[in-house]
């Protein structure tokens, strides 16, 4: 079992972009599901988390606002979509899920925003 992560690329400030997180052999339903990222030199920190019915949402001050994560248990997946994109906000995102009974967590391997004129 594993999650994916996908979208990042290098964009222009003020520009946006939308990643997408696929969970392969487990459930999404099952899971809360978080966003995080990693600057270079800088620990990684949460950003955007979502609950496992969606009912609760929690954004960063950095990212509030900004940035909106949702869920599509039909597809199996979580999203982050992100407008006004700084460069500060150059980093890799990872996507992170954590069971909402019982069972393993999961983190993909990341991708990179770069934001730059």
């Known amino acids: 079992a594993q999650v994916e992560e996908s979208g990042g690329g290098n964009v222009q400030p003020g520009g946006s972009l939308k990643l997408a997180c696929v969970a392969s052999?487990?459930?999404?339903?099952?899971?809360?599901m978080q966003w995080y990222r990693q600057a270079p030199g800088k620990q990684r920190e949460m950003i955007a988390t979502?609950?496992?019915?969606?009912?609760?949402?929690f954004y960063s001050d950095s990212v509030k606002g900004r940035f909106t994560i949702l869920r599509d248990d039909f597809r199996n997946a979580a999203y982050l979509e992100m407008t006004d994109l700084r460069p500060e906000d150059t980093a890799t995102y990872f996507c992170?899920?954590?069971?909402?009974?019982?069972?393993?967590?999961?983190w993909g391997k990341g991708t990179l925003v770069s934001v730059s004129p």
């Open positions: 979502i609950s496992q019915l969606g009912g609760n949402i």
């Open positions: 992170h899920a954590t069971p909402a009974f019982q069972g393993l967590d999961y």
């Open positions: 052999d487990f459930l999404t339903r099952n899971y809360h």
